[in-house]
């Protein structure tokens, strides 16, 4: 048998120390990292705006007559022209023949009219009980990497289509669910920050009222503190491209959060901090306002994170079919568990010493989801995962697609995707990994809502 003898050395051998010292470059000093930072930001907004129209603004594409039919209003082509052809006040979209093109809104529209005029056969309009408050989904885990934010901003933009009314809150001071969503965040009083520094103020307004009584001195605020007693959602809260989701959007001076909230525990104790952004979302009435409200959180347990689940009632958590990520979440739960556990054990101490009844944090549903799936190389691992997991996963597995490529590639979803631009199979395999993952979740969804209007009913 013959053998190959003229391979070539591997990279690393022979390498001239005089030579590499040639390339090496002077030491990086501090100023090194400021250069760098101001590259990557020009960078960052070219790259940004590739998925942006010529005036710097994220536009959402059109649906065509197919599409609606197909995903978003149940009703046959032929049945949809009829209706439009009979109701000239109706949006008639662009174009001419059979296909025409209307935007979400217009889809909107259509749907309220197919609801009120439609059969009754048929869900026009997806589930949503009267006099229930929104279900807060968290997306979470400490492990960067895992499609966690591509998942969040998915799970919005499939339930936008299917016609919720969706907020999404981006907790992670990267920034990147808010520039999916083409959001302008200035500073950090353009984030959630103001909101959570609001809710301690108002704890110390309260214990400062209890202090005068007492006659003890009055607990101060900073100039921070007494800005944020004026902060209100509606001050906050942006509009996107898509007419049904809004946006609480987040910058790098976000994570000054992470160095704050601590030191505000320290000053007053009893200030529950993992309730500020569940007392934020009741008290701005963000809860009735709209259907599901989506938290991007940062990749590690801050305190931030621990609001976001603390808000929760659905926790998702999403992870790759590998070693590393199964480990990761794996201790991330153990985290978790560490974490809620010791704060019930530290309120409830309070609590019982103050004859109050006790709490314990509790979520509807956790689920973790499978991400960037390959099933030619990970049915393996994955289905060890599986076991493992059991039924805290999701049954379906998230696979990796060109069409989710080239979404990310242009800072959007697979949804703003226009479909003229792929291969007809390209885009529907990529439309189906999304689309059965957002199935998974509204049936979580649906589920958890029909559970608590069974409880309401019999109390």
Known sequence: ???????????????????????????????????????????REDLARRGY???????????????????????????????????????????????????????????????????????????????????VVAVANFKGGVGKTSTAAHLAMAAALDGYRVLVI?????????????????????TIFPLLARDYASHVARRNRIRAAEGQPAIPLDETLTAAQEARAEGIVQKTHWPNIDLIGAQLNL??????????????????????????????????????????????????TINALSAADILLVPLGASFLEFDSTGRFFDMLHSTFASIEEGDNGQRRAAGLPEQRFEWDAVRTVLTRYDASQQADLANVIQAYFGDMMAPHRQEFTALVGQAGERVSGIYEADPRDFNRDTYLRGRETFDRTYADFKELLIACWWRDAQMKGAE
Request: with cysteine; proline share 11%; charged share 25%.
């Open 53 to 135: 129209a010529p005036d710097g603004r994220k536009r959402l594409r059109t649906f065509s007559t197919w599409e609606i039919c197909r995903y978003l209003i149940p009703v046959a082509p032929a049945h949809f022209r009829r209706v439009l052809k009979a109701n000239p006040d109706l949006p008639q979209g662009e174009g001419q023949g059979g296909t025409r093109w209307f935007t979400l809104e217009e889809v909107v529209s259509l749907r309220n009219h197919f609801d009120s005029e439609g059969s009754r056969a048929k869900e026009y309009k997806p589930y949503r009980p009267e006099g229930l408050p929104a279900k």
């Open 255 to 304: 994570y000054w959060a992470e160095f704050q909230i601590p030191v505000w525990r320290m000053t007053v104790g009893d200030w529950p901090l993992w309730d500020a952004l569940p007392n934020v979302l009741e008290a701005e009435g963000l809860l009735d306002a709209y259907d599901i409200v989506v938290l991007d959180t940062p990749p590690a347990l801050g305190y931030l």
């Open 1 to 43: 048998m013959n053998r190959k003898t003229d391979l070539p050395p591997p990279p690393y051998f022979h390498l001239d120390p005089e030579k590499a010292a040639e390339r090496l470059g002077p030491p990086a000093d501090t100023a090194r990292f400021a250069r760098a930072a101001a590259r990557a930001a020009h960078g």
């Open 170 to 190: 981006d907790l992670d001071s990267q920034g990147s669910m808010t520039s999916i969503l083409g959001g302008t965040v200035p500073d950090e009083w353009s």
